[in-house]
């Protein structure tokens, strides 16, 4: 799928991001992580991603926070929330706030990819 997509991962488990990661540039997608809302801000003043993929619950600038600054200054295109599976009513509100899609947590790597796959060709 990509023609090089330029992705941007925010979450704070550094293992899982670490994994995903790998396995998104196994694929060919060109992928930045960033482990809470500040440093994902951070990069996204230097960078336009294709996609982030952002995680609602972190310390510090939450998910929620993110996706408000990502829509109001128009910091990427699209937007995947990750969420546990106790905060499905936040991720549902999330798509009203302008999130693209929501994967709840645990998710299999090939749901992640089918769910990118469908919202990058939107």
């Not at 230097?46 to 408000?68: A, C, F, H, Q, W």
């Not at 910091?75 to 991720?91: H, Q, R, S, W, Y």
């Given at each position: 799928m990509p023609d090089v997509q330029k992705i941007l991962l925010v979450d704070d488990e550094d293992t899982l991001r670490t994994l995903v990661r790998a396995e998104l540039e196994e694929r060919g997608f060109d992928v930045d992580d960033a482990p809470g809302g500040e440093e994902a801000l951070e990069k996204m003043k230097n960078t336009r991603y294709?996609?982030?993929?952002?995680?609602?619950?972190?310390?510090?600038?939450?998910?929620?926070?993110?996706?408000r600054l990502i829509r109001e200054q128009n910091l990427a295109d699209k937007v995947i929330m990750?969420?546990?599976?106790?905060?499905?009513?936040?991720?549902?509100?999330?798509?009203?706030?302008?999130?693209?899609?929501?994967?709840?947590?645990?998710?299999?790597?090939?749901?992640?990819?089918?769910?990118?796959?469908?919202?990058?060709?939107?």
């Amino acid at each position: 799928m990509p023609d090089v997509q330029k992705i941007l991962l925010v979450d704070d488990e550094d293992t899982l991001r670490t994994l995903v990661r790998a396995e998104l540039e196994e694929r060919g997608f060109d992928v930045d992580d960033a482990p809470g809302g500040e440093e994902a801000l951070e990069k996204m003043k230097n960078t336009r991603y294709t996609l982030v993929i952002l995680d609602i619950k972190m310390p510090g600038i939450d998910g929620l926070e993110v996706l408000r600054l990502i829509r109001e200054q128009n910091l990427a295109d699209k937007v995947i929330m990750l969420t546990g599976v106790n905060e499905l009513k936040i991720a549902r509100d999330t798509l009203q706030l302008g999130a693209n899609d929501f994967l709840t947590k645990p998710y299999e790597f090939k749901t992640l990819l089918a769910c990118m796959e469908r919202v990058i060709k939107e």
